[in-house]
């Protein structure tokens, strides 16, 4: 390829210019024949000629690579090209920051801009200087990255010339530093080094002509590190401070700041003494007249300075010295001088400054006054005062103030050192140099020629790191390299710095008595003329000029010398030693060395004597100093930034080309371009290379296997030259221009290839419109014709359609007039017709009615006449009927008044009465023989009792029959339900096996949450047992129902009628005994008569209902099985019915507790009666005594081997010895009744049902004593098994958690029953409210049958109460079993046949379980706390009574067990134990143990310890508890803050224990979900309410720590998978081609740690591991949300800010990618159930991002991105528009103009808002925490200690 290839037609050029520098121009014609010709953009045209090739204009760069962050990726690396693209990023971009290589180039914006925060620098770190856009935070992280990496210092170089912003990056760099090495220790040093800027600003730097904050000396700053890189102290090193401007300024310059915020403080009272006023009043501040800066608070900017020196250590005191020096510098400036002769000056006595400066400054004022005017000579042995001329005087006044200003400035930097001072020898150091730049003015003095030395020697150092790289980058990349040529400034140096040089031989002109400036130029033309670099002005003798790397540069003499010697009267340094102030004495009095300034040791030259240093000049000071920084800089690896100054004029973001081209020349960046573009500035990957340029190629050149060979068979069909290029190890190295020319090949190919594309499109389209015209000619016609057609069809069926109309009409015509002529018949006829049917029915209804008179005269007639007769008839009668009543009646009272009526009416009472005289006769007569009918009575009254006895039995069994009758309706109502959903059971069934493989997943996902509702599946377990069991006794007790229905049918006749005996037998007695009342008297009482209501012995059988119905009936404190109260209450209960019922006749006795017996006429056996009834009331009381001693021995906690245990068996025994006898006594006792009465049937009766139920009792305790001792012999058998296996050791069986494990899958198949049951119980709740309706309807009719009967057993001898009875009974049975039998038998017996199966497979399940339990139970070492009721054969759950006990021969006896208690829901602890506990609970609790037991388990077992100590009352108990919980927490936390799952384990367990405080601390703003039982349980003694919001406190920093966990998690995975991941197929979202990397500083390439590919799903991964272990362990759903919303907001954060700094992401392809990836994020919230929270909200801005790259940018869309863009502040939209590059050049930039449209319409969007000129988000905001109110719904008595959990200190009470 030759240069002539280029330069063709449309070409563009750069052609210089004298004012623009360089204007852009365009090829009117190919180059040829040297003649160029060009057309400006302004229209203009221009034609030159050039001498070769090699003057031909430089070609301009393509618009693809316009605006590039390097410099160095340009194509063609010229200097046009490098201004052109500072000039668009600066002007068009809004972008100050910009690559040329290693070096930043930073040019000053004039604005404050938003890019400095916390969030840039966050998002700047971890980052390489390439990744991100362009930045001081970049150079500053690379250098920071490099130190950790490489331990190695590093270095930062800032240069540029005044007003270009040096110190303001310096400072930013510094920032960055003390924000990522922040120190770990108090003193906070990161914080001191930034409160030194303010100082160093107000006492080094001052308004210039080009900078309002010019930095009027050089400062290199270290900061020293420590081994963890934490900055640890710092250390700052000065260089030629500029104090001539103390004494001088030029116009619209200022002084330095300290003084003119001196003077805007002078008001304040603690400065009056100063006596300071307004600037202009001072000499030395005055003169530059420009007193103010624009922007600039004087006296703000003093406050601060003031709170500077405070944070670093100065306190009030030395302030106010420091002042009084700076005061007392500004009022010597007012000290006037006089001329007095012309050879001398003096100062006037009353000079007022002169005083206030004495006074100030704490001197004689004779003595300053003195010595301000004469200077003092020695020569030889004598001493001479010789006066100053006025010149001389002035000269020594003003450097008087110098000299004291640079005492004072060295001072306070070294007390800023002071306090920098790291306290050990720091690790590593980062330096940071803000020095003056290159400096040319029109008069150059001593300064500029310092400043250009240091500048001459920072670029010889600056050359030889590039070159280095340079050589570096081709060495890594294995490619043949030429030796580079690069400008080397060292001839300028030596002219300088080398013997005979320019300092040298001013040094020597110093030390002679009479050097003079003149005298010194002219030994420099001497001496220096052999120098390349040095020549002589033509037209001047006093000036010198010297070839800088930048520029010529001319030198005025005048004043070297002077400056150089920095010379200070003696006697005046004298008279400040001796100043009564402190600190004019000590900057004076100290030794005159560099030290204080220089904290860092560094080598330097042997101390000399004091005499030979006070000859140092300053010129060699400054070399020596100088190269010191070398020896620094050369130890460190450097960074480079170079400060531009845009324009002089100090406006924002206006671009003056000349002056900018000035300073990249000065500062060395064009340098750097010559040197990359020297070698190969272009630099590909291999894949970059080929995704750029396949289309030069065909497709069957492309080796995908082998990228490299596919790079070279490209370039060889371009390039020809094979010195245009280089293949290395990774990349491929292009010459300069070299890009551009294959960026040309690859638009005419795209060109032709869009030619080709359009060709067949045209054909396409015009094919399409013939086709198309063609058909619409056919279709034309088509219509035509067919429109002809259907009128000639139109016409033809018009003309039949009239002929049809005639033949209609004339048709219809012809109708009308018939129909007319019908009608007129039709009504004559019918008018004719009418009238003679009229006529005959008038005749007709006429002969009728004569008819209806006639009958009804006749009927009148005839009953009258049979009224008549009637009558008399009637008349006759009564009056017979009236003599035989009155006959009647008469008899009738005669026979009233006779026995025989009497006895007729009162019917069986006349027997009474006669018995009764009879008895009485007799009594009187034989009232001898009224002892032998005493023993009868006594003996009936005791046959009474045991009949009373025995109908409170009867009423009991009655009232059980009824209640088993409503039982018997109950459960075949259950049962009906059951069978109905036996077959919803079978279908789930079907459908259960299918799914079976999927629950076993399901089942370990759920886990966690089926460990939550442990506790409530417990109860539930508890209570399906109960209806199983209750199942199970339906049908033994409807069989059993059934046949003692018959029995007590008969038996109830029977005794019914002995009832009526007895009470006749009873009345008779009482009669008797009233007439006979004497000592023998026996009276019956209260005392001594059975009570119906009172406990009876009777054993019958006690059916327990449901736990409920049980627990209504019985008490609290005695409900075991058999126990006396139990079946009193029962029976009392079940009498209620029929005990009110009057079964005699009723009595008006007052005394209710006597019972009165009619005695019948035969009386037997009433002391037999009487005595079995006394032996009944001792065994009553016999069996009382003994159930107290049961329950004594229940409520007794002695184990089992207590000593007393073997005499409590034996007594035992002996009570039941006791107890057989006295059952044999009353055997022999029903014995001798029925003996004495053989022939009385109802007695025999009575023993025989008597003994029945004695003997049923019986059977009912050997099946308990069986079942006792089953279970006996079982635990028996296991112990012996494990004994016999283990030995002592039983522990082992359970060593490994086997029982535990078998358990928690046991109890997984039982909840895997549960919910297949959860559908049926549904089910079975709609049947029962069903089944209740009919029980209640049942019930309603059972009270009125009942009552019925009750008033049918009220009447007298007419009724048959047995008879009635029975059938109301048989009645009620029958319709019981006829409502249950409702359905079809059919149905009833499936559904019985499913829910037996069902029940059995309950069953199977349920043994097992239990079987597992008490395994693990014992051999845990626990007894077991509940017994199984397998065989028990009442159904329902019996309370325990019996456990196995052990003696000491190894028998196994049945013991009695404590019944099972209510627990209150606390811990009872040994507070000695208080630590034990804590250790247990929070230290050594693991995670992994947690997340088996109940979510939340330590908080619940917390707070009821907690409970405990509120139950006793005990406040230094409580308190002690509570702050050891809260250290512990702590503790934990702070020693495992890097494991997600122990803070989010006691975050919530925290947040458990907090909800709990809140639940029952008896607010009732807490307890509106509470039950009554929580509500008891609330906390009674102590308000907690301080140590919730210490726990809230504790839960908050547990939160902020898992958020930081989860944060430096995702951190790393957020770019690679949200901006860098490309998961849509053959969309890339590459940067454009055509970019090439920045060559860093470093050899390196810093890949993703993550690979973008993969990143997405990490992500994905790492979120939903997050969910999952806030779900494991039990956290609320509401902070749940709270945690991603914070997460995706730093998601969010972290993705849009790199975007926002990333040019290359900032295309349309790349924001369709972006948008790709979020939508797996919402996805993600939506499968996890957290989109209706609000998480994805937060994603809003980076979607909205993503949308404004994939949007349209035309002028008619500025309205509708301004609503798109709502989340986006106003700065990143712009910031977004700006950084927008084409993916090709066939897509156009984005216009200016519509980026200031967007702004402005922006602007009234950002009125109202604050926060719109954020650029970047806040990566640390953080949301609100809230911490919702979560009531628990686990009851406290419900919890258990788990056996993981070694806390047998603890007792629940």
Not at 151 to 167: C, F, L, M, Y
Not at 1129 to 1143: A, Q
Request: aromatic fraction near 8%.
């Amino acid at each position: 390829m030759s240069i002539r290839e280029l330069y063709v037609k449309g070409a563009r050029v750069w052609i210089p210019d004298s004012e623009q520098v360089w204007r852009c121009a365009e090829l009117t014609q190919d180059y040829k024949d040297r003649l160029v010709t060009v057309i400006y953009t302004d229209g203009q045209t221009n034609e030159f000629k050039v001498k070769s090739d090699e003057e031909l204009p430089p070609l301009r760069n393509p618009d693809i690579l316009i605006g590039e962050n390097d410099l160095t990726s340009l194509s063609y690396l010229h200097e046009p090209a490098v201004l052109y693209n500072l000039q668009v990023r600066f002007c068009n971009h809004n972008a100050i920051y910009t690559y040329c290589g290693i070096v930043l180039v930073a040019i000053n914006p004039y604005e404050e801009l938003p890019i400095y925060g916390p969030d840039t620098i966050g998002a700047y770190r971890g980052h390489s200087m390439g990744d991100l856009d362009p930045h001081i935070f970049a150079v500053a992280e690379e250098a920071f990255t490099q130190m950790e990496r490489d331990n190695k210092d590093q270095s930062i170089i800032v240069s540029g010339e005044s007003g270009a912003g040096k110190t303001v990056s310096a400072k930013y760099a510094m920032r960055y530093f003390a924000s990522v090495g922040g120190s770990d220790s108090e003193t906070q040093i990161e914080k001191k080094i930034l409160a030194s800027n303010p100082i160093m600003e107000a006492i080094g730097n001052a308004k210039t002509t080009r900078n309002d904050n010019s930095s009027r000396f050089g400062k290199y700053i270290e900061l020293d590190f420590t081994q963890k890189y934490n900055i640890m102290g710092a250390n700052m090193r000065t260089y030629l401070l500029e104090k001539s401007r103390v004494v001088f300024q030029a116009q619209d310059e200022r002084n330095y700041h300290i003084f003119y915020q001196l003077c805007s403080a002078s008001s304040d009272e603690k400065l009056k003494h100063l006596r300071l006023g307004h600037q202009q009043t001072f000499h030395y501040l005055n003169q530059g007249h420009s007193p103010h800066i624009d922007g600039v608070d004087d006296a703000a900017d003093f406050q601060e300075t003031r709170r500077a020196f405070m944070l670093l250590g100065i306190n009030e005191a030395a302030q106010e010295q420091i002042f009084r020096i700076l005061a007392g510098i500004l009022h010597l400036g007012n000290v006037t001088l006089e001329e007095d002769n012309g050879d001398s000056s003096t100062i006037d006595s009353k000079d007022e400054s002169l005083h206030i400066v004495a006074e100030l400054l704490g001197i004689p004022v004779e003595d300053i006054q003195k010595w301000l005017c004469h200077r003092k000579i020695v020569s030889g042995r004598e001493v001479f005062t010789k006066p100053m001329t006025y010149t001389e005087a002035t000269f020594s006044r003003d450097a008087l103030a110098k000299h004291i200003y640079a005492k004072l400035f060295d001072w306070i930097v070294s007390q800023i050192n002071k306090c920098f001072a790291a306290p050990a020898k720091p690790f590593r150091f980062i330096g940071v140099l803000d020095i003056y730049g290159f400096e040319t003015f029109v008069i150059n003095s001593f300064e500029q020629f310092c400043i250009n030395y240091a500048n001459e020697k920072l670029q010889q150092q600056f050359n030889q790191h590039v070159f280095k790289l340079e050589q570096e980058e081709y060495v890594k990349e294995q490619i043949e390299w030429e030796f580079i040529n690069f400008y080397d400034n060292q001839p300028c140096i030596d002219l300088i710095e080398s013997k005979l040089g320019i300092l040298d031989l001013l040094d020597e002109e110093c030390r002679m008595p009479k050097g003079s400036d003149q005298s010194w130029v002219e030994k420099l033309y001497d001496k220096c003329k052999k120098w390349e670099h040095f020549s002589k002005p033509r037209l001047s003798n006093t000036s010198f000029l010297i070839a800088h790397f930048a520029d010529k540069v001319g030198y005025e003499c005048a004043g070297f010398l002077e400056k150089n010697r920095d010379t200070v009267s003696e006697e005046q340094i004298n008279i400040l030693k001796s100043s009564q102030i402190n600190l004019v004495h000590a900057l004076f009095t100290e030794k005159d060395h560099r030290a204080p300034t220089k904290v860092k040791v560094l080598p330097v030259a042997p101390v000399q004597s004091k005499s030979k240093q006070m000859k140092k000049t300053v010129g060699s000071q400054f070399r020596d100093s100088l190269s010191l920084l070398m020896l620094t800089l050369n130890s460190t690896t450097p960074h480079y930034v170079r400060c531009i100054k845009p324009n002089d004029d100090k406006m924002a973001f206006t671009f003056d080309p000349t002056r900018a081209i000035q300073q990249l020349r000065a500062c060395g960046v064009l340098e750097t371009v010559r040197i990359s573009a020297a070698g190969y500035p272009s630099r590909w990957t291999y894949n970059e290379f080929s995704s750029r340029y396949r289309v030069l190629c065909n497709s069957r050149d492309i080796k995908r296997n082998d990228m490299r060979l596919t790079c070279q068979k490209i370039i060889s069909n371009m390039i020809d030259d094979e010195d245009k290029f280089k293949f290395g190890r990774t990349k491929i190295f292009f010459r300069a221009g070299q890009v551009a020319y294959m960026e040309k090949l690859r638009a005419d190919r795209l060109s032709a290839c869009g030619v080709m594309i359009q060709k067949h499109v045209r054909m396409y389209l015009h094919r399409n419109r013939f086709r198309t015209m063609r058909k619409a000619a056919i279709v034309i016609q088509k219509y035509s014709r067919g429109m002809a057609a259907r009128r000639q069809a139109h016409f033809m069926r018009q003309t039949a359609a009239a002929i049809k109309i005639q033949a209609c009409v004339r048709g219809w015509v012809k109708r009308v007039q018939y129909r007319r002529l019908v009608y007129t018949v039709t009504q004559l006829q019918a008018y004719a017709r009418g009238k003679w049917a009229r006529q005959r029915f008038e005749h007709m209804r006429r002969v009728r009615a004569a008819i209806v008179i006639q009958k009804n005269v006749r009927a009148w007639l005839t009953k009258r006449r049979y009224l008549k007769a009637m009558r008399g008839i009637i008349t006759t009668q009564g009056l017979v009927r009236c003599f035989l009543a009155r006959r009647r009646l008469k008899k009738l009272k005669i026979e009233a008044k006779s026995v025989e009526h009497q006895k007729k009416l009162n019917k069986g009472l006349e027997n009474k009465i006669i018995s009764l005289q009879q008895k009485l006769t007799e009594l009187k007569n034989e009232n001898v023989h009224i002892k032998g009918y005493k023993e009868e009575i006594t003996n009936l009254k005791g046959h009474l009792v045991e009949m009373k006895a025995t109908e409170v039995q009867l009423k009991n069994s009655i009232n059980r029959v009824n209640e088993l009758e409503a039982r018997v309706v109950k459960l075949t109502e259950e049962l009906e339900m059951e069978r109905d959903e036996k077959m919803d059971v079978l279908t789930e069934k079907e459908r259960a096996e299918k799914e079976n493989r999927e629950l076993v997943e399901r089942l370990n996902a759920e886990n966690a949450r089926l460990t939550e509702e442990l506790s409530v599946a417990q109860r539930e377990e508890s209570k399906r047992e109960a209806e199983e069991l209750l199942r199970r006794k339906f049908e033994a007790e409807k069989q059993q129902l059934f046949m003692e229905n018959a029995d007590e049918k008969l038996a109830y006749q029977r005794l019914l009628k002995e009832f009526n005996r007895l009470e006749q037998k009873n009345d008779l007695l009482e009669e008797q005994l009233a007439k006979h009342k004497g000592n023998n008297a026996h009276k019956r009482t209260a005392s001594n008569v059975s009570n119906l209501s009172g406990a009876s012995d009777a054993p019958t059988e006690l059916v327990r209902d449901d736990a409920s119905e049980f627990s209504s009936i019985i008490g609290d404190d005695d409900i075991g099985y058999g126990s006396v109260r139990s079946r009193a209450s029962e029976m009392s209960d079940s009498s209620r019915n029929l005990e009110n019922i009057e079964w005699g006749s009723p009595s008006n006795k007052a005394n209710s507790s006597e019972i009165k017996i009619q005695v019948p006429e035969k009386v037997e056996d009433i002391t037999l009666v009487l005595q079995l009834q006394n032996k009944v009331r001792e065994l009553e009381k016999e069996r009382r005594t003994l159930a107290k001693q049961i329950d004594h021995l229940e409520s007794s906690s002695s184990p089992v081997d207590d000593p007393q245990h073997a005499q409590e068996l034996i007594r035992l025994q002996e009570l039941e010895m006791e107890n057989a006898k006295l059952k044999d006594d009353l055997n022999r006792l029903r014995k001798s009744i029925a003996d004495a009465e053989p022939q009385n049937n109802r007695v025999q009766e009575f023993m025989k049902q008597f003994e029945a139920l004695q003997d049923e009792l019986e059977r009912r305790r050997e099946e308990c004593i069986q079942l006792r001792t089953v279970l006996a012999n079982r635990a028996h058998d296991l112990r012996s098994l494990t004994q016999t296996s283990y030995g002592k050791d039983v522990d082992i069986v359970n060593e490994d958690g086997e029982l535990a494990l078998a358990y928690q899958t046991q109890k997984q198949v039982n909840r895997q029953l549960e919910e297949e049951l959860k559908a049926e119980k549904l089910r079975h709740r709609e049947t029962e409210t069903e089944y209740k309706g009919e029980l209640e309807r049942l019930r309603r009719d059972n009270e009125r049958q009942q009552k019925l009967l009750a008033q049918n057993l009220t009447k007298g001898d007419s009724s048959n109460p047995e008879t009635l009875l029975q059938s109301e009974i048989m009645r009620l049975t029958s319709e019981n079993l006829l409502s249950v039998s409702h359905k079809p038998l059919q149905q009833s017996q499936n559904l019985q046949g499913q829910v037996d199966s069902l029940t059995e497979q309950l069953k199977k399940y349920k043994r097992s379980l239990r079987a597992y339990a008490k395994k693990l139970k014992e051999a845990g070492g626990t007894g077991s706390k509940r017994s199984s009721a397998q065989g028990s054969p009442y159904g329902g759950d019996p309370p325990d009574l019996l456990d196995v006990a052990t003696t000491n021969e190894g028998e196994v006896l049945p013991v009695i067990r404590k019944k099972e208690r209510e627990y209150m829901g606390m811990f009872e602890y040994d507070r000695r134990e208080e630590m034990q506990i804590i250790r247990v609970l929070i230290y050594e609790l693991k995670p992994r143990v947690a997340v088996t037991f109940l979510p939340g388990l330590p908080a619940y077992i917390l707070f009821m310890c907690i409970r405990h100590t509120d139950h006793i009352n005990d406040d230094e108990k409580v308190r002690s508890l509570l702050n050891n919980i809260v250290n512990g927490v702590k503790r934990v936390i702070k020693k495992r803050h890097e494991d997600l799952d122990s803070t989010v384990l006691w975050l919530s367990n925290v947040l458990r224990l907090l909800h709990n405080l809140k639940q029952y601390s008896g607010d009732k703003a807490f307890q509106a979900e509470n039950t009554v039982k929580q509500n008891e349980q609330s906390l009674k003694n102590f308000d907690l309410s301080e140590y919730r919001q210490v726990l809230s406190d504790i839960a908050v920093w547990i939160y902020n720590g898992v958020i930081k966990l989860m944060e430096e998690k995702v951190q790393p995975l957020i770019v690679p998978s949200i901006l860098e991941h490309e998961a849509i197929a053959g969309l890339s979202g590459n940067k454009p081609g055509g970019m090439r990397g920045r060559a860093g500083s470093l050899a390196r390439e810093l890949e993703s740690p993550v690979e973008p590919q993969k990143a997405l799903d990490l992500l994905l991964k790492e979120l939903t591991q997050f969910y999952r272990t806030l779900a494991m362990f039990g956290t609320d759903p509401e902070l749940i949300t709270q945690v991603f919303r914070q997460i995706f907001y730093f998601i969010c954060a972290g993705s849009l800010n790199n975007l926002l700094l990333r040019k290359d992401m900032c295309h349309w392809s790349k924001g369709m990618q972006i948008r790709y990836n979020l939508s797996h994020l919402e996805q993600w919230t939506r499968d996890m159930r957290l989109h209706e929270s609000g998480v994805t909200d937060t994603l809003a801005p980076i979607i909205q991002a993503a949308q404004l790259l994939q949007a349209r940018k035309t002028d008619d869309d500025v309205h509708s991105i301004c609503d798109m863009c709502d989340k986006l502040t106003v700065s990143q939209i712009i910031k977004i528009l700006n950084l927008y590059t084409p993916a090709d050049e066939f897509e156009e930039r984005v216009p200016i103009t519509f980026i200031h449209k967007i702004q402005a319409k922006l602007q009234e969007r950002a009125e109202g808002e604050q926060a719109q000129a954020t650029l970047l988000m806040n990566t640390k905001f953080a949301f609100p925490v809230r911490f919702p109110f979560n009531p628990s719904s686990i009851h406290l008595e419900d919890v258990e200690l788990p056996d993981a959990l070694p806390l047998g200190m603890l007792k629940k009470v």
